[in-house]
């Protein structure tokens, strides 16, 4: 299946999708209908029932949540912060195994830094918004929650479709020029949503997988799905040029990836074991890009909060780190300064598995040997390169000396035969 027929199928799912919402959103408001899966569907738009109205919505967040943390962008870069308030739940602690009682709020905004109370109803957990919408609901207590104070329930707690109807919900009632960003421009729209699939299910859920692995066998699987991820990610933006992942305009696809990527060398590397690389050194083009948007673009440093996103992962999983210990590095949380894109090179993807003897397994069930040795006796032995850039390491003697290299904007390719395909790993 090619590129465009994929596109052409996720544009066609996603209008039914929509359709499919829409028809529940009319059911819901004249039977009392909701989707049978623990969310809520429904969108604020000017043609109903949900109207753009300042004051009239309320924002369920958490600080430490990737998934909260685009719905936090998106009410930031649409400039929507006076327009929607919010309440921000505690860290931790999260409860039982089962998840209950769920996420807490404090009894004072001094108790806990950037966590507030219950603004509306002054509840103490997140479970009990939730009743107050449903009282028999038997979902998960998650946030984002989109809540409309008018009809006194949950508008929606799907993270993808807040940020993408809240791109152009209040346009309508917006100044320039928060009216006139459009973050799914009409001729992106097909890439933004070929992106957004295998984003989600190999990086930003992908993490996951890998984290909450109950043995080594899923372990080993699964954590090779977020670096192919990263992998595509770094030969896209290389060849868009930045500063953003599809060029110089900032999307959809740079909202649904810096939530992940801002906690990736804090916590995903450590505590979800996705250690075969880090962002800051082994992907410069995504680690330019990350530094851009935190220091550079109002709205992504105001929206993360290292404290919150670091003591929640340590001190609420306690299957993966019992004694609750949160660690203190890596130092700093991001590095500042960007460099000049110009100079960075072009082909630097990194294949995270280049140390060591590998069996991967890939996607359609198959498994190829990912293998680079570095051979003590002959340093003139050619290796097992596949490489588009003359300049990388074609012997062992090169390849020792690009390794030791400290320089943060010279990398090198490590493609062996046969192991991830730089333009293909992420759809094989």
């Known amino acids: 299946m090619n590129r465009t027929t994929l596109a052409n199928i996720l544009r066609a799912r996603y209008r039914l999708e929509q359709q499919v919402r829409t028809m529940a959103t009319v059911l819901e408001k004249k039977e009392g209908f909701k989707i049978p899966d623990g969310a809520w569907h429904n969108v604020i738009a000017p043609d109903g029932p949900y109207l753009p109205k300042a004051g009239r919505y309320h924002l369920y967040i958490g600080?430490?949540?990737?998934?909260?943390?685009?719905?936090?962008?998106?009410?930031?870069?649409?400039?929507?912060?006076?327009?929607?308030?919010?309440?921000?739940?505690?860290?931790?602690?999260?409860?039982?195994?089962?998840?209950?009682?769920?996420?807490?709020?404090?009894?004072?905004?001094?108790?806990?830094?950037?966590?507030?109370?219950?603004?509306?109803?002054?509840?103490?957990?997140?479970?009990?918004?939730?009743f107050r919408a449903d009282k028999d609901y038997k979902g998960r207590y998650s946030v984002p929650v989109l809540w409309d104070k008018e009809t006194n329930t949950i508008v929606n707690n799907e993270s993808h479709e807040i940020l993408r109807f809240l791109n152009t919900a209040f346009n309508t009632i917006?100044?320039?020029?928060?009216?006139?960003?459009?973050?799914?421009?009409?001729?992106?729209?097909?890439?933004?949503?070929?992106?957004?699939?295998?984003?989600?299910?190999?990086?930003?859920?992908?993490?996951?997988k890998a984290g909450f692995a109950n043995d080594q066998e899923a372990y080993d699987k699964a954590v090779i799905a977020p670096f192919d991820a990263l992998n595509e990610l770094e030969k896209i933006i290389s060849e868009s040029g930045g500063p953003y992942i599809l060029g110089k305009e900032l999307t959809e696809v740079d909202l649904r990836l810096y939530p992940t990527l801002i906690r990736f060398d804090t916590v995903y590397v450590q505590h979800f074991k996705c250690n075969l690389g880090t962002i800051r050194h082994d992907y410069p083009w995504l680690n330019n890009w990350m530094r851009n948007l935190y220091w550079n673009v109002e709205g992504f440093k105001e929206t993360t909060d290292f404290k919150h996103i670091k003591e929640n992962y340590t001190k609420s999983h306690y299957d993966i780190n019992p004694k609750a210990i949160t660690p203190m590095g890596p130092i700093p949380d991001v590095e500042e300064g960007v460099e000049d894109w110009s100079r960075l090179r072009v082909d630097v993807w990194v294949c995270p598995m280049c140390d060591f003897d590998r069996t991967l397994p890939l996607k359609d069930g198959s498994k190829r040997t990912c293998f680079l040795i570095f051979p003590q006796s002959n340093n003139s032995q050619e290796l097992p390169f596949q490489s588009k850039n003359k300049e990388f390491p074609t012997t062992a003697a090169d390849t020792n000396n690009a390794k030791n290299s400290t320089s943060k904007t010279t990398r090198y390719q490590c493609s062996p035969k046969n192991a991830f395909p730089p333009s293909t790993s992420t759809f094989a």
């Not at 327009?83 to 739940?89: A, E, L, P, Q, T």
């Open 63 to 130: 600080l430490f949540c990737p998934f909260a943390h685009r719905a936090n962008l998106i009410r930031h870069l649409k400039g929507l912060t006076d327009m929607i308030d919010i309440s921000i739940v505690k860290p931790y602690p999260k409860g039982d195994e089962n998840g209950w009682p769920g996420w807490k709020f404090p009894t004072s905004n001094e108790e806990y830094p950037s966590a507030t109370v219950d603004k509306i109803f002054g509840e103490d957990y997140m479970h009990k918004i939730y």
């Open 174 to 208: 917006l100044p320039d020029p928060y009216a006139s960003k459009d973050f799914y421009p009409t001729h992106l729209r097909s890439r933004i949503d070929e992106f957004s699939q295998w984003m989600q299910r190999d990086l930003n859920t992908g993490v996951y």
